[in-house]
């Protein structure tokens, strides 16, 4: 099925749809704002944890307040959670004007970390309303795709609208237009008019089932025997406390298969690279859009007032533009058995870091944007292949804990990465440590070919 084809025969999907383009567009054009502003408010001295520190705001939330949006959306009508979420995001957005108002960090990283905890139970929502608005297998995987697709083609559209706002209009222009977005996003998902409540058939058939049991009286009419008292149930678990039995679960689970467990390794090393790389990437786009903009002609430096938040744009219009053009040869690659995207994973993961390795060296913001780009393309391939061979090697009743294990694992070596990256970048300098990360990558893509060819001697000793 086409993607034209999905959105013109499901308009009930094709709003929830038009509401995550409208809202992601104004995610990243916001994006560059901030980060701009972030750097401004900093000073040289400590612009990297300043950066680092508002990614952290923007990565954690997600992490943490997951589990519990993901029981609120299972026992809510999920329409009306996207929609309190994108009312409540209209209002938290205008934050960074008052940020830029009494030039605060703290505030800036208060309004990140509370836009994304409430991005949480929207994020939740939206992907368990994705199966029940698709009508079969065909439009749930045109679907998905077309939801992978459409994040990437996001970053690329809003973070170019964010760079020529922010120059033409002002920050404060930008940061109203992401508050308008959210309310154009409540408006789209009002307008659904498929019932997006959880499925309660199974609690309605347990109510059922109880309302037509024997009582205990009549049970001991049938039974002289003396009844035996009922186990009493415990409490039941935290949220918090169901992540961390599902992420026990899930690396016991890998612990089991090499294969798997050689994924999950080289993803944390993959982690803390990527997360020096997302750390460092608006710090390189200020300067080298400093340096862009200052060897113009005195005309052309006129035309763009913000420097700063322009090379920071012109990064991530890149970071996007490399997702939209990699998607497809991501599926092309996407066939095969586990070990020939086991091979196609390897080769990508350290091509991958010596993508970070080239960019780090850059000396013009074009050049960087160029490496960025192919970078992004290689990316799709190393994360379709990893995630494919994930799902072709785990069992299916363990696939949920394997894949919330991967999430945790890699989240956490993310933001640790990126808070340490912020602080030695401010005292070593940033191309140094994006270059640490990059050899960081392709140290993980060398373990990987070394732990594959372990693993193929023990099967070689079985047979």
């Given at each position: 099925?086409?993607?034209?084809?999905?959105?013109?025969?499901?308009?009930?999907?094709?709003?929830?749809?038009?509401?995550?383009?409208?809202?992601?567009?104004?995610?990243?054009?916001?994006?560059?704002?901030?980060?701009?502003?972030?750097?401004?408010?900093?000073?040289?001295?400590?612009?990297?944890?300043?950066?680092?520190?508002?990614?952290?705001?923007?990565?954690?939330?997600?992490?943490?307040?997951?589990?519990?949006?993901?029981?609120?959306?299972?026992?809510?009508?999920?329409?009306?959670?996207?929609?309190?979420?994108?009312?409540?995001?209209?209002?938290?957005?205008?934050?960074?004007?008052?940020?830029?108002?009494?030039?605060?960090l703290a505030l800036i990283y208060a309004a990140g970390g509370?836009?994304?905890?409430?991005?949480?139970?929207?994020?939740?929502?939206?992907?368990?309303?994705?199966?029940?608005?698709?009508?079969?297998?065909?439009?749930?995987?045109?679907?998905?795709?077309?939801?992978?697709?459409?994040?990437?083609?996001?970053?690329?559209?809003?973070?170019?609208?964010?760079?020529?706002?922010?120059?033409?209009?002002?920050?404060?222009?930008?940061?109203?237009?992401?508050?308008?977005?959210?309310?154009?996003?409540?408006?789209?998902?009002?307008?659904?008019?498929?019932?997006?409540?959880?499925?309660?058939?199974?609690?309605?058939?347990?109510?059922?089932?109880?309302?037509?049991?024997?009582?205990?009286?009549?049970?001991?009419?049938?039974?002289?025997?003396?009844?035996?008292?009922?186990?009493?149930?415990?409490?039941?678990?935290?949220?918090?406390?169901?992540?961390?039995?599902?992420?026990?679960?899930?690396?016991?689970?890998?612990?089991?298969?090499?294969f798997l467990s050689a994924v999950f390794v080289v993803a944390a090393g993959w982690g803390l690279g990527n997360g020096a790389a997302r750390a460092l990437y608006s710090i390189f786009g200020a300067r080298l859009g400093e340096q862009a903009v200052a060897g113009w002609g005195e005309g052309a430096r006129q035309l763009v007032e913000r420097p700063t938040d322009f090379g920071i744009s012109v990064l991530f219009v890149a970071m996007g533009a490399g997702g939209v053009l990699g998607a497809p040869i991501a599926r092309r690659f996407a066939g095969g058995g586990v070990e020939g995207l086991g091979a196609r994973m390897g080769r990508s993961l350290c091509l991958d870091g010596c993508g970070l390795l080239v960019f780090s060296l850059m000396p013009s913001l074009w050049g960087a944007a160029l490496v960025l780009v192919a970078r992004e393309m290689n990316f799709a391939v190393w994360w379709t292949a990893q995630q494919t061979a994930l799902m072709r090697r785990t069992e299916g009743h363990f696939a949920g804990r394997v894949f919330a294990s991967y999430e945790t694992l890699t989240t956490l070596m993310m933001v640790g990465a990126m808070l340490a990256s912020g602080v030695a970048a401010d005292r070593l300098g940033i191309r140094p440590v994006a270059a640490a990360g990059g050899g960081m990558i392709v140290l993980s893509g060398l373990l990987w070919f070394i732990l594959r060819r372990g693993r193929q001697k023990e099967v070689d000793s079985r047979q």
């Open positions: 099925m086409t993607y034209r084809g999905l959105l013109a025969g499901n308009p009930d999907f094709r709003r929830l749809w038009t509401g995550q383009v409208v809202s992601e567009v104004g995610d990243w054009l916001n994006n560059i704002a901030v980060t701009a502003l972030a750097i401004q408010l900093a000073g040289p001295a400590s612009v990297g944890l300043a950066i680092s520190v508002y990614a952290v705001a923007r990565h954690l939330p997600l992490f943490v307040f997951g589990p519990v949006a993901g029981v609120v959306v299972d026992r809510a009508d999920r329409r009306r959670v996207m929609i309190a979420a994108d009312l409540a995001r209209a209002v938290l957005a205008l934050g960074f004007l008052l940020a830029e108002r009494h030039g605060s509370a836009l994304f905890s409430v991005s949480a139970f929207f994020n939740a929502a939206k992907r368990a309303s994705v199966p029940t608005l698709a009508r079969g297998a065909e439009e749930l995987l045109a679907a998905n795709s077309l939801s992978a697709s459409t994040t990437a083609a996001t970053i690329a559209v809003g973070s170019a609208l964010g760079g020529v706002f922010a120059t033409s209009l002002g920050r404060d222009a930008v940061f109203l237009i992401n508050a308008a977005t959210f309310l154009a996003s409540a408006e789209m998902i009002r307008r659904i008019r498929k019932s997006l409540t959880a499925d309660w058939q199974l609690r309605d058939a347990e109510v059922e089932t109880a309302a037509h049991a024997p009582d205990a009286d009549s049970l001991a009419e049938r039974d002289p025997r003396p009844a035996t008292p009922a186990p009493q149930p415990g409490p039941p678990p935290s949220p918090l406390g169901r992540m961390l039995a599902d992420f026990r679960g899930g690396l016991r689970y890998v612990g089991r298969d090499r």
